[in-house]
């Protein structure tokens, strides 16, 4: 085992090296062949890396010499090369600034995955404008509802994968711990109804948020059972990317509502571990100019969901008559990712009545009286 005490700045032999970061198969195995054999060198140095900088210096007697330039605060994560590869090496560092924000006055946050998305500018607010107003959008912009709806389905799935992994990598490395809570939105009869002289009845529904009660989960599991047998569903999937998708939908609102629930909705608690060892790790990400980062961030996002969506084009072109061929299909999966994903994108509110869900309101319902004799 490494002992991070003993690891200063200056330069070693290759053989001090080993000392120092090698495993005692490696140390026993150095000492017997006086060098490095199978693949124990590259193994070692990828130890190294984790606790400090290292220069390769110009060799003495024969022999390799290696100078320490600079050694960490703590090792760096086991994961740290994965965690600077695809999306996640703009992910991982700007939910770090993010956690060291947001965590200096408190130690949790609570957020859905669209919303902590949208903080890292992962989205634009365009996202939830058209999202919660998609057939007004696809009226204006001439386009197919179930194509749009696609694209959203396709970008909310991609950004909880990115999220959830990048939070077990952080996790993994003791900066915090997480966990995924169920929330209820539902609406509740307040007061008893009145009626007018013109025998018009008025009912006042309220709404409000909550973390979801043991029986109102129980109850969303009774729903979702009834739902899958109604719209016969044997795949999980079936709920969301098929045919089978928009009775399931419709049937598990419907019973859902029998109690008053609008929707059941996931968010993130994360908890902050460690907030001094967040800001070492947000260190040693490259993040530089902030407005370039978010930029090429963006790009790439938006890169691999267009080249996710020219290979479902390929396998089945048939589902996408709308569209003339691959490179129209590719070219309104990039219209839509710049609307939505680029920074740089004007907003649509001046274009667009946003549909916003408040925690709570009031709302007055009157039914008016249709008898006649």
């Not at 090792?75 to 090496?89: A, E, G, H, I, V």
């Not at 609570?110 to 998305?117: E, G, L, M, N, V």
């Not at 949208?118 to 912009?141: A, K, P, Q, S, T």
């Not at 993994?172 to 929330?183: H, N």
């Amino acid at each position: 085992m490494v002992k991070k005490e003993q690891i200063k700045n200056g330069v070693f032999t290759e053989k001090e090296m080993v000392e120092l970061f090698g495993t005692e198969s490696q140390k026993r195995s150095y000492r017997e062949n006086g060098r490095f054999v199978s693949k124990y060198k590259k193994s070692m140095f990828k130890t190294v890396n984790r606790y400090c900088k290292v220069e390769k210096r110009k060799k003495v007697n024969g022999r390799s010499t290696y100078e320490i330039t600079d050694v960490y605060k703590y090792p760096l994560p086991l994961n740290f090369d994965k965690m600077n590869t695809s999306l996640y090496r703009y992910i991982i560092p700007l939910m770090i600034r993010d956690i060291v924000d947001s965590c200096s006055s408190g130690p949790e946050i609570t957020r859905t995955f669209t919303r902590w998305a949208r903080g890292i500018n992962m989205i634009n607010d365009n996202y939830n404008l058209v999202h919660y107003n998609v057939v007004r959008f696809c009226e204006g912009m001439n386009c197919p509802i179930p194509v749009v709806d696609e694209f959203f389905r396709r970008v909310k799935r991609t950004i909880e994968w990115y999220l959830t992994n990048a939070l077990n990598y952080m996790e993994s490395y003791g900066l915090i711990v997480w966990q995924e809570v169920y929330w209820v939105y539902k609406e509740a009869i307040g007061g008893k109804p009145t009626v007018d002289k013109d025998l018009n009845v008025s009912i006042e529904v309220s709404g409000n948020r909550h973390r979801a009660s043991k029986e109102e989960l129980d109850y969303y599991s009774d729903c979702i059972a009834i739902a899958d047998k109604k719209a016969k569903i044997e795949n999980a999937t079936d709920r969301y990317y098929s045919t089978k998708a928009k009775t399931f939908k419709e049937t598990l609102s419907e019973e859902l509502y029998k109690k008053g629930i609008r929707r059941m909705f996931k968010k993130i608690e994360v908890y902050c571990v460690d907030l001094d060892k967040c800001r070492f790790l947000l260190e040693q990400f490259n993040i530089g100019d902030t407005d370039s980062f978010i930029s090429a961030f963006n790009n790439e996002l938006t890169e691999m969901l267009i080249d996710n969506a020219e290979k479902r084009f390929s396998k089945c072109s048939g589902k996408y008559n709308e569209f003339i061929g691959e490179a129209d299909y590719s070219s309104f999966f990039k219209g839509m990712c710049d609307i939505t994903i680029s920074k740089d994108m004007e907003s649509l509110k001046p274009f667009m009545e946003p549909k916003t869900i408040r925690n709570d309101y009031k709302l007055k319902v009157t039914f008016k009286n249709s008898y006649t004799k």
